[in-house]
């Protein structure tokens, strides 16, 4: 699950029969595409996307939060912090204090959402200040005792003109101002799992499908007389990488099974150990395509050590390499690997009032896209890992130069003050019959009348 558009709503809203409450009030629309890999848009036509970006801006490459995985991203995103402070540190986790279990279908219990307070929370904190939702991950929980007031329960049989047509629904609500809204669907991260992202032939057809997903949403958007008010933001939680039958780490070839409890699974697996001694000696050279780490251990560039749901061992695979028991493949495409490599990266595009346009910048962190969607909303940040100044070029309010225009601004300035310099050296060190009546002297001896007239 993995690719977000969040489409911002900006400026003054004139729909709903000329409401007085929509006018001059910021709206955000975040949409999430899962698992939408930054170079599929080079690698395959998406007309409708490609027609979004024109007149807005592109983040080429979006580095996500590691662990590269749904839940944990799709929180990120919304929080601003990485995993080991919000708490969703896995799609499958393990409470050692309460026993507690979490799993995709198992992911409504307040407990795990509570450490962090997201977006449409906060939002709807604010006085006269409504939230949205379809099935974006999270939005059906009671978080901080605060759901969205308008919802959906997450369904996956519910197609995206379903959801599409709730959220516009909403959107143009009469009674009350919806100013966040979210909507989640999960291609083509499905279809990467099945496929893998290197066969040309099946993605390049789920990804038209998912292009005309987006041609629908904004077509909606212009019907209802929302769009030419809204700022839309397109990205995504991760990418995926290709994985094969003969890039397989099997467990069981160097350890029993019983030793442990595998918690969450490849690429990045959750290893519960019974002696965590033994247990991490016999993996610890197990495969050379699989780091192990004990907890305290993992790099810090991970953000991944500070939470108790964090299991005492961590393996993670290398790019493309699949962990398991001793079975075959489970899969074709897969993500969670080091949010380092691009194929974990996805994009972010984003088209409005809001933005600037024709703008590209090659790279932003997931953390960023919150305290930009606080600015736009108008919203105090909670405390966070983002900095809005990461994303502020993006935005048509802020002033910003970009590394290339500050390094030609500074070589520029540099060559006029080299100039002057070299300028006033050579006044100064002209010599002196050069200077204008320098000869023009009396001498006390001279009889002769110095003014003719």
Known sequence: MNVVLVFLLNGIIACCGGNSAHESTPRLLLVSFDGFRADYLNTYDLPYLQDFIKDGVLVEHVTNAFITKTFPNHYSIVTGLYEETHGIVANTMFDAATKKKFSPVNDTDPFWWNGAIPIWVTNQWQENK??????????????????????????????????????????????????FATLYWEEPDVSGHRYGPEDTKNMARVLQEVDKYIGHLVKSLKVSKLWEEINVIITSDHGMAQCSQDRLIKLDLCIEPQAYTLIDKSPVA?????????????????????????????????????????QPIILLADEGWTIVHNETLPRLGDHGYDNAFPSMHPFLAAHGPAFRKGYRLKTMNTVDIYPMMCHILGLTPQPNNGTLSNAKCLLADQWCINVPEATGIVIGVLMVLTTLTCLMIIMRNRTPSLRPFSRLQLQEDDDDDPLIG
């Open 130 to 179: 409504t939230s949205a939702a379809a099935m974006w991950p999270g939005t059906d929980v009671r978080i901080h005792n605060t759901t969205p007031h308008f919802f959906m329960t997450y369904d996956p049989s519910v197609s995206f003109f379903k959801r599409t047509e709730s959220i516009i629904s909403w959107l143009n609500s009469s009674n009350l101002l919806v100013t």
């Open 270 to 310: 959750a290893i519960l150990p019974r002696n965590e001694t033994y247990v991490y000696d016999k993996l610890k050279n197990c495969n050379n395509h699989m780091k192990v780490y004990r907890k305290e251990e993992i790099p810090d560039q991970y953000h991944y050590h500070y939470n108790q749901r964090i």
